[in-house]
Each structure stands twice: as structure tokens, then as C-alpha cells.
């Protein structure tokens, strides 16, 4: 995440403010998948613009494709988006 320090970013972060490249796109999106259990088709990445709008697609498309061996999850777990430093991110 190229400049952003981990304190600055807050759902009106612009995903590409990130700076993610190829590579860590698809560890990202990896990590979302191991998270939530499931996934997640590339479109449901694509609709996004912002860290918030990130979360609300996650959000429709786990509840409008459940799945009926996983219970529904009462709060956000904390996901860890690269592996940097919690003061900077370069």
C-alpha cells in the first residue's frame, strides 16, 4: 500500500489509494476469500471503488449467496490486508 499508514484509512479510502498491484490484488482478494469462507467472484471486487463500498459488496453477495454449512456472522472479523507495518505502509 503505497504511503498510506494503516491509521488513515477509513471506508471513504479509495481502493486504489491502496496502490495494490496485480500481485497483491490477488492476495487481497485471497485473503477475503479465506475469510469470509467462501469465493468471491472478481465482480464483487470490480463494483467496489471505495474500503466501504468494499465491505457493503462483501456484505449483499454473502447474504444473497449463503452458504448453508457456514452460520451467518454476527460482526466484521479483522482482516489483515498485507503483511506491512502498522505505523507505514510503503
Do not use: H, W
Request: proline content about 11%; aromatic content about 6%; overall charge negative.
Amino acid at each position: 500500500m503505497a504511503g498510506a499508514t494503516l491509521p488513515d484509512l477509513t471506508p471513504e479510502t479509495p481502493l486504489a489509494a491502496l496502490g495494490l498491484d496485480s500481485l497483491q490484488r490477488v492476495e487481497f482478494m485471497a485473503a477475503l476469500d479465506k475469510t469470509f469462507a467462501c469465493r468471491l467472484p472478481e465482480a464483487v471486487f470490480n463494483q467496489a471503488r471505495t474500503l466501504g463500498e468494499l465491505a457493503r459488496v462483501v456484505e449483499e453477495y454473502l447474504i444473497d449467496n449463503p452458504r448453508p454449512d457456514i452460520p451467518p456472522a454476527r460482526y466484521l472479523p479483522n482482516i489483515t490486508i498485507l503483511s506491512a507495518s502498522p505505523s507505514t505502509v510503503s
